[in-house]
């Protein structure tokens, strides 16, 4: 069966400070991946999705960037962290077909 | 440009009541509807996927209903129990292969044992 892990689960910063979270999937091979964040009283923003090693798109613009260094590894970082990133991090993944979407544990940021 | 509202933002019922969550998305011209549970501090869980050409799906004590022509998705909980308490999302994805799924904000459930 297929697992998606994403690490940490919390995670306190000061603003200015690198970023680097992370995420990966087993049991499947060549899925989409995805980084959703949502912040506190809004939906779901998707930030990034990647249908392929190398292959990022960026949803908005922002203080962020992604890269997918393997086929089942997706990282979500940032060389110097607003207070705007702060929120709750997912990272989420589907077959390449695009049908239903599984998501990670989270990760809460919070940048200070 | 597609919106998805969910309402109520909140609602609270007592032990074993039926109850209704509802969905509303601004472009009818969609791929497919989901609802999400999601639990404080987690990760969302799908529950249920509607293809566009389909009315309505069933899990268990849950009916997920779709009206594309006007727009409409309604989540169905019979019998709710304690363990129902969550946040619901439901999320609708346009098209493409990839799952750029637009969110609601989500309908935040709590039923009193």
């Known amino acids: 069966s297929q697992t998606i892990h994403q690490w940490p689960a919390t995670l306190v910063q000061p603003v200015g400070s690198p970023l680097s979270l992370e995420c990966t999937v087993e049991?499947?091979?060549?899925?989409?991946l995805y980084w959703y964040r949502q912040a506190a009283g809004r939906g779901l923003q998707l930030l990034f999705y990647?249908?392929?090693?190398?292959?990022i798109s960026s949803e908005v613009p922002q203080n962020l960037s992604a890269s997918r260094p393997q086929d089942r590894q997706f990282i979500l970082s940032s060389k110097k962290l607003l207070l705007s990133d702060s929120g709750f991090y997912l990272c989420?993944?589907?077959?390449?077909?695009?049908?239903?979407?599984?998501f990670g544990s989270g990760t809460q940021l919070s940048v200070l | 440009k597609q919106e998805v509202t969910q309402i109520p933002a909140a609602l609270s019922v007592p032990e074993g009541e039926n109850l209704v969550l509802n969905c509303s998305f601004t472009?009818?011209?969609?791929?497919?509807l989901q609802w999400f549970r999601q639990d404080p501090g987690k990760g969302l869980t799908s529950l249920l996927l509607?293809?566009?050409?389909?009315r309505e799906q069933t899990s268990g004590r849950l009916n997920a209903s779709l009206d594309k022509s006007s727009g409409r998705s309604t989540l169905y909980i019979a019998a709710s129990q304690p363990g129902d308490s969550a946040t619901y999302l439901c999320a609708v994805k346009n098209g493409g292969a990839t799952n750029k799924l637009i969110f609601g904000t989500g309908t935040l459930l709590a039923v009193q044992p």
């Open positions: 472009d009818s011209a969609i791929y497919n």
């Open positions: 509607i293809q566009s050409s389909q």
């Open positions: 989420a993944w589907s077959s390449s077909r695009g049908e239903k979407l599984f």
């Open positions: 049991g499947t091979s060549n899925p989409n």
């Open positions: 990647s249908v392929g090693i190398g292959q």
